[in-house]
Every structure is written in C-alpha cells, then in structure tokens.
C-alpha cells in the first residue's frame, strides 16, 4: 500500500499534531482485505462492532470456511451461518453479495480500475453496504490514498483528540475538518484511529 505509505510518512512529519506523536510509518497497523469476496465478507463482519470483535468473528469463519467463496457461502444452512457466530442479518448481506457474484450482477475484480465514485456507487448499490463499507474497501481492498471515513464515531474521537476538544464533533464537522489531510486523508484516518487508542 505505497500510496498509503507516502500520506502517512508526509503527514508524521510535516503535520503539526501527527508529527509530535514520535511515530513512523511502520508504526501504524494497515489492513489489506482483498479486493475480492473475501475482502468485502470482511467488511460485513466489521460492520458496528469494535475491531477486536470483528477479528474474532472473522477468524471463527474462517475456521469453518477454510476457503471463503461465494459457492462455499451459499451451501450453508442458515443454523450453520449462525454457528459461525453471524447474525441474521449479515448472513443475509453476505448471502445477497454471493448470489450478486454468481449471477454476474456485481464483480469486485472489476472496482480497481474505477474511479473512488464509481466503486462507492457500485458497493452502496448492495443490500447492506452502506457509505462506511464502501469507504473501508477504498482503504483497506484498493488502497486509496484520500478516502475519509467522517461517519466512524473512531475516527470522530481521534478527531476530538486532535483538535484538543471537549466533545467528539458530528458527521458534519468531521467531514469539513478532513479537508486539511487532503489528498492524504486516508493516512490521515489511520493516524486519527491510533491517536484514539493512545493515552
């Protein structure tokens, strides 16, 4: 993930807050999930929920599908997607995108050469991936250097840390204060994400 790479290394040394932390690139946890099924399954399973129980979940389906497919997806009984600890309804998101795979509706190979739009249109176009799924296949399937992710209450309270406020600040806020990190904003996301978790 260069692109991504080059944001983080500019940022850790030239912005005034991110360049105080004593960090290096390598010191920030980037994710890659794929750009395929398996990548956006991953997506799902992520979605409203902490990230150590996101990878919990996805490492408990991936010990009871070894090779995460659509086919392999498909052959499971409702009881067998809930043993494997999804709920209804992501089950049923990652149901819908395999039967989208399989019928030719929706090819994720086909994103990468896309423009940032057309792949957030073509992800949000599927039950059950809004803004944030698409955002976070930009980031972490493509690696896409300027994607920001303003509705993730993490990213909202690295904001409020980094902006020395006493409230985390809204959708609207965030959206507008990540102009500054442009075109690095997903760099600038994944500091903001571990700026959250320090002390």
Request: proline residues 7%.
């Amino acid at each position: 993930m260069p692109r991504i790479f080059d944001g983080l290394e500019h940022l850790l040394k030239n912005d005034p807050v991110f360049s105080g932390l004593g960090l290096n690139p390598a010191d920030i946890k980037r994710i890659y999930v794929g750009a395929g099924f398996r990548g956006l399954v991953r997506i799902v399973i992520g979605q409203q929920v902490s990230t150590q129980a996101a990878d919990s979940l996805w490492q408990r389906l991936q010990d009871g599908i070894p090779n995460v497919t659509p086919n392999s997806v498909l052959i499971l009984k409702p009881d067998e997607m809930r043993n494997l600890g999804l709920s209804h309804q992501k089950a049923g998101y990652i149901r819908g995108l395999a039967d989208a795979i399989n019928e030719g509706a929706f090819d994720p190979q086909a994103l990468d050469p896309l423009t940032d739009d057309e792949v957030y249109k073509a992800i949000t176009a599927l039950k059950g991936f809004g803004p944030w799924s698409a955002e976070m296949f930009l980031m972490f399937a493509l690696a896409r250097p300027d994607i920001w992710p303003a509705g993730d209450l993490g990213i909202q309270e690295g904001l409020r840390k980094y902006l020395g406020l006493e409230d985390r600040p809204d959708f609207e806020a965030t959206q507008k204060e990540g102009e500054r990190f442009a075109p690095h904003r997903t760099a600038a996301a994944l500091l903001l994400w571990h700026l959250k978790e320090m002390d």
